[in-house]
């Protein structure tokens, strides 16, 4: 495991950016666990324990800011850092993830998976 740099969850329900993002990660030594099921998401998360979750808003069964809610209120995983990754740029939900909590907010439109791996090393340090 001393080659490994961390463990990432990408919760992520389009299969093209999971494959997009999975790869440029594990390229740069994370290991990455993914689902596109918010419910299993806070399970895995709460078994697994990441360094970072990259967590998309438009989820089936429950959404990113519902993952992101209670993820920040278990004793057990408020301290995971959230970046919230999705194609929803309005202020107000930029606004409303950073007020829940989310340790970032990315556009997938306006970044690339190179822009996310720098901040997920960042937060990481």
Known sequence: MADKKGKVML???????????KTSLEKEGFEVLTT???????????????EVVLLDIILP???GFTILKEL????????I???????????SDQGKGKTM???????????????IILKVKDLIK
Request: hydrophobic share 30%; aromatic share 4%.
């Open 11 to 21: 919760v992520e329900d389009d299969q093209m950016i999971v494959g997009m993002y």
């Open 36 to 50: 596109d099921r918010g419910s299993e998401a806070l399970e895995l998360v709460k078994r697994e324990k990441p």
């Open 101 to 115: 909590g989310a340790d970032g907010y990315f556009v997938k439109a306006q970044h690339t998976p190179n822009d």
């Open 81 to 91: 850092p959230v970046l919230m990754l999705t194609n929803l740029g309005q202020e």
């Open 72 to 79: 920040k209120e278990d004793p057990n995983t408020k301290k």
């Open 61 to 63: 069964e429950i959404d």
